[in-house]
């Protein structure tokens, strides 16, 4: 401690000893005076003279002073005036702090005599500082959850003033959320309180940054400002939300695996882990979970496997975002799956008919099916044809039913089996097309008679043929099917009722061959007719006929037979040739027939044996026997010939005749018949008999061979239609039937008029003129035709 201020502490403590001492000498009521702060020095205060009631001598002569309590001089006395005078500016704020009122004890010490007089000096307030608050930034972090009215007291504001001159109020910045109450405290003071009127929302504003103002009661009321932030804590009272309800999108059926289906995003107003979100399906289905996978944290949506618009046209998707306070805001996703044409239309069945008898009712119903297209829109419309050549038509009926019907006559016979095409095609880009392919047999009805291949049908059979032997065969076929098809023949009664049919002919009722039943005889019956019948086996029967014509061929099973001379037994014929005959002289005619016909029947003659070899000749084809040279006397007068008629057949038969020749010197000398003549006369009624029947049987065959000239006739006009055809052999005679004498006389085919005169004791042939003149060869329809070339007429 320095000198001056020990001696001023020891002074201050004698003083205030004289001051207790003297308690008794001191007024009792203290004088008061009051003076406003930060007053200029010097400024007046208060008289002491006026005040102690002494003059200003006096006091200057007891020595008058003022002495404070803290001993400074606050103020000081005029000796002249007793006037007591500001010595230095006062600061309340300092002197007294916040205590009010601030008052200055001080005495006015007279020394002599000792006496005191107590006063005061009350230091007014001015409104000399504004109001403070320590932090000009409040920071308050109140919770979301506060409940409105909860109030939030703040720190008062400072001001050194006191009374009306501190703060006397405050003010809050307007805002939806606070209001400002102002609260007395103990002290007197007044401090702020904030109070919550409305409750807070992070989401909507994390934060608020209020001013509040403290207002003093000067005048003019200075005020002093703090800026109070206000975090809105946080709490997890906001769930995620989605930007929309319903995400809906299409997909293509058609999208590979691991496509963007669609991308969600929500979110959260709360901050923090609360505004942390995962992303998961909610209450979905096993096939929703094994089509789609999210992420979790980007929202994202992919295929997991491949769509299939035909099983599953959309997918709804339930979704949900979930915060780190375990809120979830749910939103859902309408998937829809876009067709696309991958499946191609359907043909299905329902009923199919078949066979159908070819007599059906038009419009009858064949199938009936229905299209299906598991495909949508366009790709799902379907058009239906089948092909335009066919008789049948579709026909729509209930939805997408079609009936295939008739739509014209059906002829098993022309077609029995219909393969038909139903294509089906979309519409869809790019078509498809599906192709179903059924088949419709046609059932047969008896509507066909069996139809023979000729309508005359001509056989032909050698004679002397086997019995049972197979000749022909008729055929006939049925258009139609099945037991309408099957065709049995059999043989109708002939039109001629003496023909004795059953016993030549017989046919197999299955095959139609035809059997000679017993050896045909073709000198007895040349031809014959049949008509054969073959019937099918429908209900009813259906039956038609053919006629079968048979011609009996000509077998070489007859040797020539001679005519003249007679060769019966009786006495030989003895031909007279006159000795004056010149060569070429006709002697004889040796006259033959044969049974057979055609070539069989072609007659040729030959010299055998002559008695004098090279005088006769006879002509190979007619059988004249004509001298080869002039006769002489020495010629003998009886000559035999042996002639040898062949016909031409294969093995060609003969017969031999033999003729005496008697040459004479004229026919005036009378004929003496040989012994043996009468003989021969005896037995002339015999020949006759051979006479007529050769008569009977060359006027038979000419009556045969008039017919069938009248049925070659016919044939030609019929054409060809008929189908069936005769043909006439023709040909020329061998060669070796030429003539000998080398006049010419005859030609190869030549035939004779024979005459048989009756009522003559002897047998004479008339050679006539001939019958028939040489043909060129031609041929015909008919081969009976030959029994014109060589029949004999006998008249």
């Known amino acids: 401690m320095e000198p001056g201020e020990k001696h001023s502490q020891q002074i201050r403590q004698v003083l205030l000893f004289f001051v207790f001492l003297g308690g008794s000498l001191v007024c009792s009521e203290p004088w008061r005076y009051s003076v406003a702060e930060e007053l200029e020095i010097g400024s007046f205060i208060a008289n002491v003279v006026k005040d102690s009631g002494l003059s200003v001598e006096d006091l200057v002569a007891r020595g008058v002073r003022v002495i404070f309590d803290d001993y400074k001089p606050y103020l000081q006395l005029d000796q002249q005036s007793g006037n007591l005078l500001l010595n230095e500016q006062l600061d309340r704020e300092a002197l007294c702090h916040l205590t009010e009122p601030c008052i200055l004890h001080f005495q006015v010490l007279l020394e002599n005599p000792l006496q005191f007089f107590r006063a005061e000096l009350w230091v007014k307030d001015i ?5 403070t608050f320590l932090d000009k930034h409040i920071l308050l972090k109140i919770s979301e959850s506060t409940a409105p009215g909860t109030s939030f007291q703040m720190d008062s504001a400072q001001d050194l003033d006191v009374g009306k001159n501190g703060v ?24 702020p309180e904030l109070l919550l009127d409305q409750s807070l929302d992070r989401e909507k504003e994390p934060e608020l940054k209020l001013k509040l103002t403290a207002l003093d009661g000067g005048s003019p009321p200075r005020s002093g400002t703090t800026l109070v932030h206000i975090l809105v804590l946080d709490i997890n009272d906001n769930a995620p939300e989605f930007e929309r309800p319903v995400y809906e999108v299409q997909v293509p059926e058609n999208s590979p695996v691991d496509s963007l289906v669609v991308r969600v995003s929500a979110t959260d107003l709360d901050a923090g882990i609360y505004g942390e979100l995962s992303y998961s399906f909610s209450h979905v289905s096993t096939d929703i979970r094994k089509t789609f996978e999210i992420h979790p944290i980007s929202g994202e949506i992919h295929l997991k496997a491949l769509l299939d618009f035909e099983l599953i046209q959309s997918y709804t998707i339930n979704i949900q975002a979930t915060d780190g306070g375990s809120l979830s805001g749910k939103s859902a996703i309408l998937v829809q799956v876009v067709d696309v044409n991958d499946n191609p239309p359907e043909i299905l069945m329902t009923s199919l008919t078949s066979p159908i008898p070819e007599n059906s009712s038009p419009e ?41 019907v008739t739509n014209g ?12 095409t139903i294509t089906v095609s979309d519409l869809g880009t790019p078509r498809l097309k599906t192709q179903h392919n059924i088949t419709v047999t046609v059932s047969d009805v008896n509507d066909n008679a069996p139809a023979f291949s000729q309508t005359t049908y001509t ?11 197979h000749i022909g065969t008729v055929s006939a076929t049925d258009r139609d099917a099945g037991a309408n098809a099957q065709v049995t023949y059999s043989l109708l009664p002939p ?10 002919v017989s046919i197999n009722a299955d095959n139609g061959q035809l059997f000679a039943l017993r050896s045909l005889d073709y000198e007895a019956l040349q031809a014959f007719e049949v008509r054969v019948g073959a019937a099918d086996r429908g209900s009813p029967a259906l039956s038609s006929q053919a006629l079968v014509r048979v011609l009996v061929l000509d077998d070489n099973d007859n040797a020539p037979f001679v005519l003249y001379p007679l060769q019966n037994g009786s006495a030989p014929c003895t031909e007279l040739v006159p000795r004056a005959a010149e060569a070429g002289y006709l002697v004889t005619k040796v006259v033959a027939v044969d049974g057979d016909s055609g070539q069989n029947a072609w007659l040729s003659f030959q010299l055998l044996k002559a008695t004098e070899p090279g005088l006769f000749g006879v002509w190979a084809h007619n059988g004249e026997v004509r001298t080869a040279r002039l006769l002489s006397e020495r010629d003998a007068v009886r000559h035999r010939l042996l002639v040898l008629v062949k016909d031409n057949g294969e093995p060609p038969l003969s017969a031999s005749v033999t003729l005496h020749v008697l040459l004479v010197d004229g026919f005036s000398q009378p004929y003496l ?11 002339a009624d015999p020949l006759t008999v051979y006479l007529v029947i050769a008569l009977a049987s060359v006027s038979s065959l000419f009556l045969c061979s008039a017919l069938a000239f009248v049925a070659v006739r016919l044939c030609r006009r019929s054409g060809a239609a008929s189908g069936g055809g005769c043909a006439v052999p023709e040909g020329h005679f061998p060669g070796h039937l030429v003539d000998v004498s080398g006049a010419g006389t005859l030609s190869q085919s030549y035939q004779y008029e024979v005459c048989l005169t009756g009522g003559s004791g002897t047998s004479e042939f008339k050679f006539l003129k001939p019958a028939f003149p040489n043909l060129p060869p031609q041929e015909c329809k008919m081969e009976e035709s030959h029994t014109f070339k060589n029949s004999i007429e006998f008249i």
């Open 168 to 191: 006397q109020n405050y003010t809050l910045s307007p805002n939806p959320y606070f209001r400002l109450k102002v609260q007395d405290s103990d002290d007197g003071r007044k401090y």
């Open 495 to 504: 039109r001629d009722p003496h023909l004795p049919l059953a016993s030549l």
């Open 364 to 404: 009858m119903v064949v199938a009936v099916f229905s299209l299906r297209d598991q495909d949508a829109g366009n790709n799902g419309r379907m058009v239906c044809s089948i092909q335009d050549d066919l008789p049948f038509l579709l026909r729509p009926t209930f939805k997408n039913f079609y009936t295939l």
């Open 459 to 469: 056989l032909r059979v050698r004679e002397n043929n086997s019995p049972a032997l």
């Open 673 to 683: 018949p040989l012994p043996d003549v009468a003989a021969a006369e005896a037995r």
């Open 127 to 131: 409104n000399d500082h504004i109001p």
């Open 409 to 420: 006559a059906l002829d098993r016979e022309s077609q029995a089996e219909y393969n038909i």
